[in-house]
């Protein structure tokens, strides 16, 4: 299955406007010559419009002049972002001041430029840490009703044939974000794994398994009630969702063993949407099964923000950064329904 294409396709079909904040690094700015190019988004990249378009011809790349660009060092065009965030953040004791100097940071921009309805989404990570684009995320845009968790997920696909998952597609959560959820963070990490399998990994029955290292009580431990609270939880939160827990990994993914395991569960054996129960477990989890498996590992993809916002591996390439924009797009458009 062509993920990918189906995606694009979606992307092309709905135009969506993308916040790129790191603009003169050489692999961002090639993904978005790719993007304007094949009219996958419309490119905003933040940054001095000569250094840009300089390093786009350092590059002999054609389309960025197409690109709409913000230029943090312009103190007009920076100022009603800065107000916006002064009325974000002021509960929080900032000063007009600091609300000036976030405004001409690039990640907290390109937030804002979202978050004030001039783009859809932003891409960055590349030549920024994780924490630093999510924490400009977290202030700046906040969470979706009904969620305060953001959480990391990867689709992952194995190779073809494999008979694991909806046609060996998974999608695992979290990986990037909250090091030590509680059950009620457990539960949102659920309800939105469930929507990016809908939304990207176009699984249209998701089958969400809560996983452990007990399976239905076969070991009792605080992290096993923890999980078994999280499942009951997500239920309440939505209730359409097809979820079961506590599951070992092989209970929730292979039919002969959930079917010893777990009998009468309507997940075990069949899951495609695996919920871990802590950072370590998930992100360990999905580096393995991309390594040993041979996966494709998409993502991480920030699931539970008001609009999207996604981060790269600063090792990405540019086709990486294509992909994750196109992701970016669908889960714009996704949101807007
Ligand atoms: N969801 C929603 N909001 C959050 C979350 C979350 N998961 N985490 C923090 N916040 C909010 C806080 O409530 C706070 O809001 P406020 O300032 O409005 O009150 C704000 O974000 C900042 O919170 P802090 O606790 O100060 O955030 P912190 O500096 O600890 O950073 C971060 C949060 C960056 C996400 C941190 O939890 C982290 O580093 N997580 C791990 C990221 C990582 O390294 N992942 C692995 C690599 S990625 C990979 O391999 C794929």
Redesign the pocket.
């Known amino acids: 299955m062509d993920l990918f294409k189906n995606l694009k396709a979606t992307a092309i079909a709905n135009k969506q406007r993308i916040v790129l904040p790191e603009s003169t690094e050489p692999r961002t700015l090639k993904a978005a010559d790719q993007v304007i190019a094949e009219g996958i988004a419309d490119v905003i990249l933040i940054g001095e419009p000569d250094e840009i378009m300089a390093k786009a011809k350092e590059l002999c790349l054609t389309n960025i002049g197409k690109a709409r660009i913000v230029n943090p060092n312009d103190d007009a065009a920076v100022q009603k972002y800065a107000e916006l965030f002064y009325e974000l953040?002021k509960s929080?004791g900032i000063t007009m001041e600091d609300a000036v100097k976030k405004a001409k940071d690039p990640l907290y921009l390109g937030c804002l430029l979202v978050k004030s309805g001039e783009a859809d989404g932003q891409v960055a990570g590349a030549a920024n840490?994780?924490?630093n684009v999510?924490?400009a995320a977290?202030?700046v845009i906040?969470?979706a009703p009904g969620i305060?968790?953001?959480?990391?997920a990867?689709i992952m696909q194995l190779p073809e044939g494999s008979p694991y998952g909806h046609d060996g597609i998974f999608v695992f959560a979290d990986?990037?974000?909250?090091?030590a959820p509680t059950a009620s963070?457990l539960a949102q990490i659920a309800v939105s794994a469930n929507r990016t399998a809908k939304q990207l990994a176009c699984i249209p029955e998701p089958k969400v398994a809560m996983l452990s290292f007990s399976t239905k009580g076969s070991a009792k431990h605080d992290n096993v009630t923890k999980v078994i609270e999280a499942t009951r939880m997500a239920k309440e939160l939505d209730p359409t969702i097809d979820i079961d827990g506590e599951l070992q990994a092989d209970a929730a993914i292979v039919p002969s063993v959930g079917a010893s395991k777990a009998p009468g569960s309507n997940i075990a054996g069949k899951a495609n949407v695996l919920v871990f129960p802590n950072?370590e477990t998930g992100?360990i989890a999905?580096k393995l099964v991309q390594r040993l498996a041979g996966a494709v590992a998409a993502?991480?993809i920030m699931q539970?923000l008001a609009a999207p916002v996604n981060?790269l591996?600063r090792g990405c390439f540019p086709e990486d950064i294509v992909k994750t924009i196109i992701m970016t797009c669908n889960q714009a458009i996704d949101a807007k329904k």
Do not use: M, W
């Open positions: 953040r929080k840490s994780t924490g999510l924490r977290f202030q906040k969470t305060s968790a953001v959480s990391g990867f990986c990037a974000a909250i090091p963070e950072l992100n999905y993502g991480p539970g981060d591996s």
